[in-house]
């Protein structure tokens, strides 16, 4: 009857306790990363795609005031000029400065 009587005792190694104390944090870390990750992802997308619109929009605007430098640059432009400050055109002493 004294067998019978005795409750079994488990035994544990050293370090279980431990390594189960791991594996629980580790189940319970690993969706937590996750959705953060997926949430930081997200973040840097949405600053990429405002970024690209920033871009585009300062693109726009170097072509519009590129196309303002050639139309200011135009030989009829500057002849224009030219003719209401008073000043005669003559194209033998205009010299082109190629780069």
Known sequence: M???????????????????????????????STVLTKAILSETNIAVEKLKGEIKNQEEVNESLSMQVDELASLDKIEEIATEKGLSYNNSNIKSIHE
């Open 2 to 32: 004294d067998m019978k009587k005795r409750k079994s005792k488990k035994v544990r190694l050293k370090g279980e306790k431990f390594v189960s104390i791991l594996i629980v944090l580790a189940i319970i870390a690993f969706p937590i």
